[in-house]
Structure formats: C-alpha cells, structure tokens
C-alpha cells in the first residue's frame, strides 16, 4: 500500500471532487448527516463510495466520557457503515452531552483515568455493536480542561493502549493546543507509538483575542489553508512513522477554487515524503 490523500466531502466541493479523482484518493463523509437522511441521500453516498474510497467520520458519539455512549447512535452508526462498507470510520476524543444535556460542540474532557476508563469502555461498546473499532481523533480546545491530571499526550496514549486502537492524528488540533498551552507538538508525536498512528487530519484556523487573559489563542475553525507549521508536523510524522498513512485534508467553509485545496493536498504529499525520504537516509547513515 501506499500513502494516500483525500479531502472532506462536502456538498460545495463536490463538483471539484469528482472532476479530480484521478488527484484525490479517498473522501471522508461526516457520518451522523446521514443517519436521518433520505434514501436518495444514503443511495447517492452509496454510488460515491463505489467510485472512491470513502471514510466515515462521527461527530457527536462523545466517546471520551465517564458517560456511557448512547446505543441509539451506535445503531446508528453500524447500520450506516453495514450499508456504506466504509473503509474506515472515526470519531473523536471527546464529550458531547452530560446529564441529558447536549453542549452542541466537541468538548475536551478532564484527562483522568476516569475518562481513560470511560473512553476505553465507550470504545469496547462501539466496537461490539458497530462491528470495528473507531480511529480516534485529538481535539482542539481553548480552554485547558479543569481537573486533569494527565498531559494531553499521555492521557491520549492511554486511552489508545486501554481500547488498542488507532489515533486518527489531527495536526492542526495538535498544533492550536500546543501553541495555546505551551508543550512541544513533536513530544506529543514521540509519545504516541507510531504504529497506532493510522489517519492524518490536516485543517487551518485563525488567532482569536483570549478573553480570560492579554493573549491569544489559535481557533481550529476549518475555515483557513493549512499553515506552514502544520505541513512541518507532517514531514516530521513521516520521519517517525513507516507504514502507509492516510492523509485527509478538512475545510468546512470559505471554499477557495478546488484547484487551491488539491495544490495544498501536494504540499502534504512533499511533505510527507520528504520526511520518508530523511528517516530512510538516516536508517542507511546508522547502519554504515
């Protein structure tokens, strides 16, 4: 196998999607629009996936929670992916809902062994009902969550070791936090076993005046091109890891021609490349 490249599927972009095939690799649809959706809409996903590789990727499953997840939404979900045959589905390290309350955003939770544990059982239930583990994804968060006792990058690599799956690695998401909360992004990759490192998430944002303090934080909005210091994360991902990844770049609104997204989907080829091309330069440097 080899690496591959895709964008989020949108309905904006779908036109630029499907005229670029022969540039695109694979697509990744956000899972829960499709729950209720018409059977027009679930047999138009069904043609796509029969022309491109397609993901599944849930928002609102609130997997990293104390919380058990909701069965109805992992039905949900398994009847989708029963039906779509996806090549993979995803969702995210996150909690969504609490005391029968939706919060309506990805929230992060408390890094404690209590959200290590509830993670680890929400996943072994995912697992049973929709018939695979997810990918997980890192979040972004500009709010350090209160009461962790855990870096981000170790509770992360727990909750990976106690479910045995694979991250769904977000290099926007992981650079927003580190350059809001100030940790070294490269120590996060370190610590996750690179074998566990299976999807890369590439996504842009902008700075936003902190109301707590005199600063700023980095909002992960899905709404900018990637920036140069995310395209440096992945050389550096290619440096660590040496199995085919799965590179997929998201953008949720202010769409640029499809011609802008496909160039940066080239940037990350190079990237990705370049950083294979070092670790097998210094693989032959170490064994001369």
């Not at 490249?5 to 499907?18: C, D, N, S, T, Y």
């Not at 934080?217 to 091109?225: A, E, M, S």
């Not at 395209?231 to 991902?237: D, F, K, M, T």
Request: hydrophobic share 40%; glycine share 8%; net charge negative.
């Amino acid at each position: 196998m080899k690496d591959r490249f895709g964008l989020g599927w949108r309905p904006e972009l779908a036109a630029g999607i499907l005229t670029n095939l022969d540039r695109i690799d694979i697509v990744e649809v956000i899972a829960d629009d499709y729950f209720d959706a018409a059977k027009s809409k679930r047999r138009a996903l069904k043609t796509l996936a029969n022309q491109v590789p397609v993901a599944l990727h849930g928002v609102t499953l609130g997997l990293a929670s104390s919380v058990s997840v909701e069965g109805k939404r992992l039905e949900q979900t398994a009847r989708l992916v029963d039906e779509i045959q996806p090549e993979f589905w995803s969702e995210h390290l996150a909690f969504v809902r609490g005391g029968g309350i939706e919060i309506g955003h990805l929230a992060a939770p408390p890094r404690t062994a209590a959200t290590i544990d509830g993670g680890a059982r929400n996943l072994a239930a995912a697992r049973t009902i929709v018939g695979a583990l997810p990918l997980v994804e890192n979040i972004a968060t500009l709010i350090d969550p209160p009461g962790s006792t855990l870096s981000e990058a170790v509770w992360t690599s727990e909750i990976l070791a106690a479910a045995n799956c694979e991250l769904l690695l977000d290099l926007h998401n992981l650079y927003a936090n580190s350059v809001n909360f100030g940790f070294d992004p490269h120590d996060y990759i370190d610590r996750i076993p690179e074998e566990q490192i299976g999807v890369i998430h590439l996504a842009g944002g902008r700075w936003i005046k902190a109301k707590s303090t005199d600063g700023r934080r980095l909002l992960d909005d899905h709404l900018h091109d990637v920036p140069e210091a995310v395209y440096e994360l992945l050389h550096y991902v290619g440096e660590k890891t040496s199995h085919p990844l799965t590179v997929i770049l998201e953008r949720d609104g202010r769409y640029p021609p499809i011609d802008v997204l496909l160039n940066q989907l080239d940037r990350a080829r190079d990237a990705l490349r370049r950083g294979r091309t070092n670790q097998q330069t210094r693989a032959v440097s170490e064994a001369a």
